[in-house]
């Protein structure tokens, strides 16, 4: 009997052992991939912002249109990049508001100037003057970046400390010299432009983040309903980043395969990647638009209206605004990318919508469409008008008229505030 007993001890002691090696293990495994994920993300990001510095650099070489369209257009999309991955690394709160700002506003800037080189226009000199002090902040950048990049691999600091402000120490100087980025974008805040308000701001309140939270279970099951009951999912892991969220991969019913950030509370799809050829443009704007609404209504983000595009290497990245009672919701945005060989959906990023989307009352104390009107000057043919809501910096709010027009065949969207007379 005491055999029997010792045996059974024995035994227990090695299955607690294996237990506890075995949940090491994982939890080894799990970090492991967390700084991979970490170092990966930030070595794209400093190689888009070395991208941008260049491209940048090269605007002011020359005033030809063609030469200016394909540089710009490559800001655009590497500054798009760099955002993305900016939102996976762990600064500190205080730094990366700022530079994400800074970083849309050089792609919606060089968006703006690349449709206006398309139509064979020159760059002016106020153009060369800002796209000058965009390099300079662009170099600026750069330089934290790699200084960053140099401790990290001498391990003067860590992941663990740029995820913990209490353990910045030196760092903290460095790393907040990100903060001082914005506070010279005051001549960029009066430039108007189509395609503003795409900024993204993260915000303590996740105002449009609502619901349960989600398990593993669960969110395989909602990958499910979105693509489908032969789609495969595995769950790579957890991130704790500006939403927290399950790291997904997906393998549709055709093999190929996506990645998909799925926050935990809600379920909320937050992002979508997929990468692949895109073959010849096939489709129509119209269609990609109308394809990009309809996947966005599957994901639960309904009365969303198009507001701007952008289509490179036959790929179309729309911008989608809520809409609500005729208003639209600049704050509310979301991004997707749609192939135009086919229509299929290459990514989106839902960011926007999560942190400001809300339930809004509008004030009826406004003044009229002819009073707003009045002030905008008589060189302007308006050629269209809405209600619409549009973000400040101080993350409030302003009602306003959205007036689209041209001077001199150069269109402009101008917003006049509803709710004062100003």
């Keep these: 009997m005491k055999n029997s007993t010792r045996f059974f001890i024995s035994v227990l002691i090695l299955l607690v052992f294996g237990f506890g090696y075995y949940s090491y293990f994982l939890n080894s495994q799990a970090k492991t991939k967390e700084i991979n994920d970490y170092n990966y993300s930030f070595m794209e990001l400093v190689n888009n912002v070395n991208n941008v510095e260049n491209y940048l650099a090269k605007t002011m070489i020359s005033r030809d249109s063609k030469h200016s369209t394909d540089t710009l257009i490559k800001i655009w999309a590497d500054s798009n990049l760099a955002v993305s991955f900016m939102k996976n690394i762990p600064f500190n709160s205080h730094g990366s508001d700022k530079t994400l700002k800074f970083l849309n506003q050089v792609s919606d800037y060089c968006y703006t100037l690349s449709r206006r080189t398309l139509r064979g226009e020159e760059l002016n000199d106020e153009d060369f003057n800002n796209l000058k002090k965009l390099y300079d902040y662009s170099a600026n950048l750069k330089n934290i970046l790699n200084q960053i990049s140099f401790d990290l691999n001498n391990e003067t600091i860590s992941w663990s400390s740029l995820k913990n402000d209490k353990k910045l120490n030196d760092m903290e100087e460095n790393v907040n010299v990100f903060a001082s980025i914005d506070g010279n974008f005051d001549d960029y805040e009066g430039l108007i432009y189509d395609g503003a308000y795409s900024d993204y701001v993260s915000r303590e309140e996740k105002k449009g983040l609502i619901g349960e939270n989600v398990s593993e279970d669960d969110a395989k099951n909602r990958i499910k309903e979105i693509f489908g009951e032969k789609a495969k999912s595995e769950i790579l892991g957890t991130q704790k980043g500006d939403i927290e969220s399950y790291n997904v991969s997906v393998e549709l019913e055709d093999k190929t395969k996506l990645d998909v950030q799925m926050a935990i509370k809600g379920g909320w799809i937050v992002e979508i990647v997929k990468n692949r050829e895109v073959g010849e ?20 983000y309904n009365s969303m209206k198009e507001t701007y595009f952008l289509k490179e290497s036959n790929i179309v990245t729309i911008n989608y605004a809520y809409e609500e009672n005729g208003v ?24 926007g919508y999560l942190n400001a989307h809300t339930n809004r009352e509008f004030t009826k104390n406004i003044i009229n469409s002819e009073e707003a009107k009045a ?41 006049i505030n509803a709710e004062t007379r100003s």
């Excluded at 008589?378 to 007036?403: H, Q, S, W």
């Design 328 to 351: 639209l919701i600049y704050p509310d945005l979301i991004k997707v990318k749609v192939a135009m060989d086919n229509g299929e959906i290459l990514g989106m990023e839902a960011l």
């Design 375 to 415: 002030k905008l000057s008589g060189n302007i043919t308006i050629e269209n008008e809405r209600m619409a809501v549009i973000p400040l910096d101080d993350k409030t709010e302003k009602y306003c008229y959205e007036f689209k027009g041209k001077v001199e065949d150069k269109q402009f969207l101008v917003y």
């Design 281 to 300: 443009e096939k489709i129509k704007d119209e269609e990609a638009i109308q394809k990009g609404k309809e996947f966005l209504e599957k994901l639960g």
